[in-house]
């Protein structure tokens, strides 16, 4: 994929996100994810960029973050919610739309497909082993710039709380200043919290704390100490029983990254 080409699928992502929010009797959530998807362009390249990525692989980077959330478009205007479990799999409808609307139909085969398989990877649970490094690079390099932006969102919102972003941020969660231990117990373990485990808000706020230990580049972990996201959302929280010593290995684990981050 070359400059041009890229141009033409920025193009195509507006025309098509636009057509959902114009017609919209309520469009701010399709906006909140056009402009999330086009914060998520600027991430994937600055981590590039300090991964020393090539020109080439840079426009690659941002054309799977173009596309990674296509899904969620559809998945709005269909179901009205952007809960997966209530509705369908974005990065599954993620995928029917780049077929359906042949967002990639320009492409050689092999690079089409390594976008495919990075849009489908980017929210799941884990990410297969089995795929061949370059892909694997690709899902975990949108995997990490996705999740900072989702930060900045939730961080803002929990800072400055917005009446008309309490369905869309919390996803409807009761805040009742409690917090599940099976949450708590995720996070002591240094794995990321489940979403079967979110009955409340503050699960909610733990699983996106607990996103530390799912990022793939020290240059992730720089850019997340930089924006002190962590400690944002911390301030947004009771001082439970365990949550403290749950914060603990979170912050023993993002202190590992150190001496990795010194000079990025």
């Given at each position: ?13 507006n ?8 017609k ?7 906006i ?22 090539p ?34 799999n974005h ?79 919390n ?52 850019r ?35 001496d ?5």
């Amino acid at each position: 994929m070359n400059t041009a080409q890229l141009n033409g699928l920025k193009k195509h992502f507006n025309d098509y996100s636009m057509a959902f929010i114009e017609k919209a009797d309520n469009p701010d959530p399709f906006i909140l994810k056009k402009e999330h998807t086009l914060r998520v362009c600027e991430e994937i390249v600055i981590i590039g960029r300090q991964l020393l990525l090539p020109e080439d692989d840079l426009i690659l980077a941002e054309a799977i973050a173009l596309l990674h959330d296509i899904g969620r478009f559809v998945q709005l205007e269909k179901y009205n919610t952007f809960v997966d479990q209530f509705s369908e799999n974005h990065a599954e409808l993620g995928l029917a739309v780049i077929n359906d609307q042949g967002f990639l139909d320009f492409c050689e085969k092999n690079e089409a497909c390594l976008i495919k398989e990075a849009v489908r990877f980017h929210n799941a649970a884990d990410i297969p082993s089995d795929r061949d490094n370059r892909t694997l690079f690709f899902m975990r390099l949108i995997r990490d710039a996705d999740k900072l932006d989702i930060w900045r969102v939730v961080t803002e919102h929990y800072e400055r709380p917005a009446s008309d972003s309490e369905k869309i941020i919390n996803l409807g969660l009761e805040d009742d200043g409690k917090i599940s231990h099976e949450a708590v117990e995720a996070v002591c373990q240094e794995t990321f919290v489940k979403t079967f485990m979110i009955k409340r808000l503050n699960d909610l706020k733990l699983l996106q704390i607990s996103w530390v230990f799912d990022l793939n580049f020290p240059q992730s972990v720089s850019r997340l100490k930089q924006k002190g996201y962590i400690d944002k959302i911390i301030s947004t929280m009771p001082m439970l029983p365990g949550l403290e010593k749950a914060l603990v290995h979170v912050r023993e684990y993002m202190a590992g990254y150190d001496d990795l981050c010194t000079g990025l």
